[in-house]
């Protein structure tokens, strides 16, 4: 079997990687820029190496992972982040004969990037939320007096590089043109590089979860979030399968088909009040809530190193719906955070108290703490109580 190496191990998706390979005997191995980390914490990570950080030094982290790879004879890397992606796939030259189950850079770049990505969109009739892009805060295509609000300011990229150092750049919330045209005059991200102001839209974030093989669908999942952190919008912190909605998966297909997308990618919509899904982003690597769809029968990590091995790894059309995930440290952050915002009422915080507690056991499994495999979970409570006490 092939050797695999995880990059990211502190990353919950390289967790449900690790489990679903190591569960299958693949020989699974973890990195990240620690010590310590959660995914390296599993009984089913073999060992775990620490590299210099891709963020503050890209060349010394590629030069390090290549001298790991190397030594370590690994068949396979998976990188978890889009920034590890990004370095990984650029430089694919630099590991001959390790597989990188990844497009070229230009098919991923025409994804990560959220410009390109919403153009791309319009032309192939994807609703997206009402968008203006300008090349910088001198080149608005319209007074931000006259934008809709409340409104959304997203970069093009998430990661810029700059001076031999990567950064990451943050997607910011504004009420007004006022508050609006302090953020563009004072955020680095949106100084010099392309971005875009969008509209708010409001509704349920919700998923489609895919694999292809150089342009050929090979397997569809949908997930929907229930609680989020923060609870106005973020991170999933409980999440559940859901039926593919046929509109969903056309909007998903048009994108990944345009592109001949190869790999796994998930594709991010907010479906509104009146059922209108807005596209909001494309993940084009292993995402949060991953462990929801192979506990539903969608074993997407299995799939892709089958789809490395051998080229070819046979379709799938079924998974469980109705199985929810829930990220316990995660939703407990998110019930805080819902207890101490003044703009939320006594009954809505109560509300938020009954759900917690009231987790439908049945059909709801935790994403970290699992019986057969807790230290990821003990890992993950330390450094949650070392936070708390600083």
Known sequence: MKRVLVLDAHQRSALAVIRSLGERGIPVFTAEEAPVALAACSCFAQQHFEYPSPRLYPERFLSVLV???????????LPMTELTTTLLVTNQGSFPGTEIPFPDI??????????????????LNVPIPRTWYADSPDTLPCPLEEIYYPAVLKPGKSWLYQNGQWSRSAVRFTSNALEA??????????????????????????????????????????HRRLREKPPGGGVSVLSESIPLDPVLRSHARSLLDKVRWHGIAMVEFKVSPDRTPYLME???????????????????????????????TDPVYTYKT?????????????????????????????????????????????????????????????TYIKDILR
């Open 67 to 77: 001298e790991l790879v190397r030594k370590q004879h690994i068949d396979m890397l």
């Open 106 to 123: 230009g098919t991923v770049e025409s994804l990560v990037n959220k410009c390109s990505l919403m153009r791309l969109a319009g032309e």
């Open 181 to 222: 045209r302090g953020i563009l005059d004072s955020d680095p991200a949106f100084l010099a590089h392309p971005f875009m102001i969008q509209e708010c839209v409001a509704g349920q974030g919700q998923g489609v979860f895919a694999l292809y093989n150089n342009g050929k669908p090979l397997a569809f999942f949908a």
């Open 282 to 312: 494309i993940n084009t690597r292993f995402w949060g809530s991953l462990q929801l769809a192979i506990d539903s029968g969608m074993n997407f990590p299995w799939l892709l190193y089958q789809l490395a091995c051998d080229g070819h």
């Open 322 to 382: 109705g199985l929810r995930l829930r990220w316990l440290l995660g939703d407990l952050d998110s019930l805080y955070l819902t207890l101490r915002d003044q703009r939320y009422s006594f009954a809505v915080k109560a509300g938020a108290v009954k759900c917690f507690l009231t987790p439908s056991p049945f059909r709801t499994r935790h994403e970290v703490d699992r019986w057969g495999d807790l230290g990821p979970f003990w890992c993950e409570l330390r």
